[in-house]
DNA sequence: GATTAGCAATCAAAACAAAAGAGTGCTAAA
DNA sequence: TTTAGCACTCTTTTGTTTTGATTGCTAATC
């Protein structure tokens, strides 16, 4: 479809665009792009780009600047995929070998060094509890109206929660709600505490719904429960476009309403790296940014999604590079 | 020290300042603040207030705006600490009224309400443990190499961590370090958890050190943290004062540096409110906003502090208000 | 036929200038 | 002690000009 000088226009047009933020003219590609023409030809090959969309410009005698249709081309022919430094390597793998003691840390540490490594801001979410098959449920009294149950799934990920009680509940009530709930939920999926599960243990149990019900609701709650966690919020206000107040505002706003990054970084289906560019992303807060999203899976559980957000001049190439990477090592982790 | 128009006038140029963010002129005072005299008078008093450096001007013919000294006298001696509506109090106590299973939720449950109230940026921070006295430790085995301990304190905070191990662990293990544990820390400070207990535990017990120092290790580290939560930091993007790039970027950077929230919410000793202005900030980066702090206490026990930043220009008499009756409505509940 | 030098045309951004307006400080009168 | 009056100061706004970067087109060149 374009041929190969166009390609290399394209590929050097967004190159430098996202290394500059500033309009790029035909005469900054003559020096230094390895492109063997003069700069007339350029502004020839950057006209027709233009008519065929890959290119804007902002004014009639301005440079040119990479439309949505540039970006996508570019990620999707153009990047390279391996721009990655060995010290980054180094970093990255030495920030992945802190021991966590809960699975769930794990995509917030990788979160973390991603942001450190890419300067841009990301976002992440713990692993989506309600894919996974119950391992074992342990209920510990922790005084006569208060207990504890700990839930722990297939993938590693243990759950906990505190459930009080209008009633005094007996160490011996206790066992007999582990024993039943273990009998019925061991080796099933989660979803599987539901309407019936409830059913079955009020016949069953001679206890009241007083002890049952907050229980049952209480664990389902802790299940569903979704923490997003923020990394380098601030390292997206020292890039240009930030300048703009309108921009910047609307990035604290968007950052600052969980629903929108839970539906963000759910939004992928995938295993792989998603990368969304400006109207691309499904939610329109987010259409003057670029969203480069990836699920930590280990057997086809969900582990936790990373989301990076950043502007649509976003360094794909070494966004893509690193966010491999880092895939790579999670899948050695475990 | 100020004389009774003199105060009348500091007072009114507060307030005016707090509600419109402009420099106030004389003219604006004579109008509508009660004060019986001529713009030319005030200009009078506006010039002796300068010289006594209560307020400031940003060049030579503009109106006053407040000094940091302005403002302490105003939160000192001038501001109303009754300015509550009743939709306000009506909002507050339903949202106090949420049956919370965690005590640390009531912290942020508050913080969240604040925000909303006051439409100011909160920060709020948990519990400290270290404050409070051993009530129950228990340990779980959750596999054959890890095990959850829970920790109960006497101001019914409730923290737990998973400890992995690298050797096999037995339920007859878990059951005697859990009876060694309560029976040493059961009704101690938790700062007893420290250099002498675990010589203790290595004397005591046969356990090798795989064992008995992950615990210890695990249990102050899950003591010491600190989690911090933000609430509504895009509300301060509709104050003026955050037009300013400078400003704005400043603002998510201080936000962004989680020890340095943490250091803020720390610091004030007392039992009360406590309000910082500017410089008055132990922390530099502070020192272009005001923050207002509070610690939520019972029994002299630390049950997280709550802190309000926004600009210099703070609606005090709001603010001070509001967490007033917050702390009154907190006592209450236990 | 593709490439390029040359140049007028375009437009944003910077620099400059002028006018308007808000507010003060001071003086002198009430 | 208070206030009316007014010159003076300084910001803000608006308009104009200049500068400079960059393009698109045309005609010459390879």
Same mark, same amino acid.
């Given at each position: 479809?374009?041929?190969?000088?166009?390609?290399?226009?394209?590929?050097?047009?967004?190159?430098?665009?996202?290394?500059?933020?500033?309009?790029?003219?035909?005469?900054?590609?003559?020096?230094?792009?390895?492109?063997?023409?003069?700069?007339?030809?350029?502004?020839?090959?950057?006209?027709?780009?233009?008519?065929?969309? #890959?290119?804007?410009?902002?004014?009639?005698?301005?440079?040119?600047?990479?439309?949505?249709?540039? @970006?996508?081309?570019?990620?999707?022919?153009?990047?390279?995929? +391996?721009?990655?430094?060995?010290?980054?390597?180094? #970093?990255?793998?030495?920030?992945?070998?802190?021991?966590?003691?809960?699975?769930?840390?794990?995509?917030?540490?990788?979160?973390?060094?991603?942001?450190?490594?890419?300067?841009?801001?990301?976002?992440?979410?713990?692993?989506?509890? $309600?894919?996974?098959?119950?391992?074992?449920?342990?209920?510990?009294?922790?005084?006569?109206?208060?207990?504890?149950?700990?839930?722990?799934?297939?993938?590693?990920?243990?759950?906990?929660?505190?459930?009080?009680? +209008?009633?005094?509940?007996?160490?011996?009530?206790?066992?007999?709600?582990? @024993?039943?709930?273990?009998?019925?939920?061991?080796?099933?999926?989660?979803?599987?505490?539901?309407?019936?599960?409830?059913? #079955?243990?009020?016949?069953?149990?001679?206890?009241?719904? $007083?002890?049952?019900?907050?229980?049952?609701?209480?664990?389902?709650?802790?299940?569903?429960?979704?923490?997003? #966690?923020?990394?380098?919020?601030?390292?997206?206000?020292?890039?240009?476009?930030?300048?703009?107040?309108?921009?910047?505002?609307?990035?604290?706003?968007?950052?600052?309403?969980?629903?929108?990054?839970?539906?963000?970084?759910?939004?992928?289906?995938?295993?792989?790296?998603?990368?969304?560019?400006? +109207?691309?992303?499904?939610?329109?807060?987010?259409?003057?940014?670029?969203?480069?999203?990836?699920?930590?899976?280990?057997?086809?559980?969900?582990?936790?999604?990373?989301?990076?957000?950043?502007?649509?001049?976003?360094?794909?190439?070494?966004?893509?590079?690193?966010?491999? @990477?880092?895939?790579?090592?999670?899948?050695?982790?475990?």
């Amino acid at each position: 479809m374009l041929d190969d000088r166009k390609k290399k226009v394209l590929q050097a047009i967004v190159e430098e665009y996202i290394n500059t933020a500033e309009p790029v003219s035909s005469n900054a590609l003559t020096s230094n792009h390895g492109l063997q023409c003069s700069s007339a030809t350029i502004r020839n090959e950057m006209a027709d780009l233009e008519k065929s969309g #890959y290119l804007d410009k902002t004014h009639t005698s301005s440079g040119r600047i990479p439309s949505e249709k540039g @970006y996508r081309y570019y990620v999707d022919e153009l990047l390279k995929d +391996d721009d990655i430094s060995l010290e980054e390597i180094k #970093y990255i793998s030495s920030k992945l070998e802190t021991k966590v003691n809960e699975i769930e840390d794990l995509t917030k540490i990788a979160a973390n060094t991603i942001s450190e490594v890419t300067h841009y801001t990301t976002v992440s979410i713990g692993p989506k509890a $309600n894919e996974q098959i119950i391992k074992d449920i342990k209920f510990i009294l922790l005084g006569s109206r208060m207990m504890m149950a700990v839930i722990l799934t297939d993938t590693g990920l243990v759950k906990e929660t505190i459930i009080k009680f +209008d009633e005094d509940v007996t160490e011996k009530q206790i066992e007999t709600i582990n @024993y039943m709930f273990n009998k019925k939920l061991k080796g099933q999926p989660i979803e599987k505490i539901d309407r019936p599960l409830e059913e #079955y243990l009020y016949d069953e149990m001679t206890y009241s719904v $007083n002890v049952i019900k907050p229980i049952i609701e209480q664990i389902k709650k802790v299940l569903e429960d979704e923490q997003i #966690y923020l990394e380098g919020a601030n390292k997206s206000f020292d890039l240009p476009e930030f300048n703009s107040l309108e921009v910047a505002k609307n990035f604290v706003n968007v950052l600052d309403t969980k629903e929108l990054m839970a539906d963000m970084l759910n939004s992928g289906f995938a295993d792989d790296i998603q990368v969304y560019i400006g +109207d691309e992303n499904p939610k329109e807060e987010l259409k003057d940014f670029s969203v480069v999203t990836f699920k930590h899976k280990v057997n086809g559980k969900d582990l936790g999604t990373i989301g990076i957000i950043g502007p649509k001049r976003m360094d794909y190439s070494k966004v893509i590079s690193v966010m491999k @990477y880092i895939n790579k090592k999670l899948k050695e982790i475990e």
